[in-house]
T-cell receptor, first 114, second 115 residues
Framework: AQSVTQLGSHVSVSEGALVLLRCNYS??????LFWYVQYPNQGLQLLLK??????LVKGINGFEAEFKKSETSFHLTKPSAHMSDAAEYFC????????????FGKGTRLSVIA | DAMVIQNPRYQVTQFGKPVTLSCSQT?????MYWYQQKSSQAPKLLFH???????NEADTPDNFQSRRPNTSFCFLDIRSPGLGDAAMYLC??????????????FGPGTRLTVL
């Protein structure tokens, strides 16, 4: 069964600084990987996803993530944090075969300090 | 704009009093999901519909039921809410069947309070 580990339940960065949110996955078969963002009292919005092909994936709002099979990682980055990036971020994994549900990590809350 | 709508956004109920949460979509997606998200936790899938086929997760309590009368609407019924059922309930949809790459589109959620 697949699983996701997000390192750090809370990350705090200064405005303009690099954002790095870590995600490691466990899957017995090649996975599909997703990053979702959740603003307070709202649903989840897809930031980006990796399925096949290029391992560096660009998403919305200037975010990108790189799939590294050797490290079983899919870390989310943004070169320069903005105040509006403050939110909860969830990494998720799904197997690329069969009828299996999307499995979410526990989430990382990003705070941006002015 | 095509979207996923959840009503109400905030619901307060009493311990043991049945409650129904509503989800509608204008995306014409054939798959609809219900998730439960407790405070500071990840969303947990309760069940999903693939068209009219209902799929229950193994650990979803019997207290939770769902109805999907048509493509656009899906309801979550909690027959006897307990204090532990207080959570955000998220509805999501996806198209193209259950292909893993299908993006799930989430509604804004309904926050349920049980008194």
């Amino acid at each position: 069964a697949q699983s996701v580990t997000q390192l750090g339940s809370h990350v705090s960065v200064s405005e303009g600084a690099l954002v790095l949110l870590r995600c490691n996955y466990s899957s017995s078969v090649p996975p599909y990987l997703f990053w979702y963002v959740q603003y307070p009292n709202q649903g989840l919005q897809l930031l980006l996803k990796y399925t096949t092909g290029a391992t560096l994936v660009k998403g919305i709002n200037g975010f990108e993530a790189e799939f590294k099979k050797s490290e079983t990682s899919f870390h989310l980055t943004k070169p320069s944090a903005h105040m509006s990036d403050a939110a909860e971020y969830f990494c998720a994994v799904i197997q690329n075969s069969g009828n299996t549900p999307l499995v979410f990590g526990k989430g990382t809350r990003l705070s941006v300090i002015a | 704009d095509a979207m996923v709508i959840q009503n109400p956004r905030y619901q307060v109920t009493q311990f043991g009093k049945p409650v129904t949460l509503s989800c509608s979509q204008t995306l014409n997606h054939n798959v609809m999901y219900w998730y439960q998200q407790k405070s500071s936790q990840a969303p947990k899938l309760l069940f999903h519909y693939y068209d009219k086929d209902f799929n229950n997760e193994a650990d979803t309590p019997d207290n939770f039921q769902s109805r999907r009368p048509n493509t656009s609407f899906c309801f979550l019924d909690i027959r006897s809410p307990g204090l532990g059922d207080a959570a955000m309930y998220l509805c999501a949809t996806s198209s193209g069947g259950l292909h893993p790459t299908d993006t799930q589109y989430f509604g804004p959620g309904t926050r349920l309070t049980v008194l």
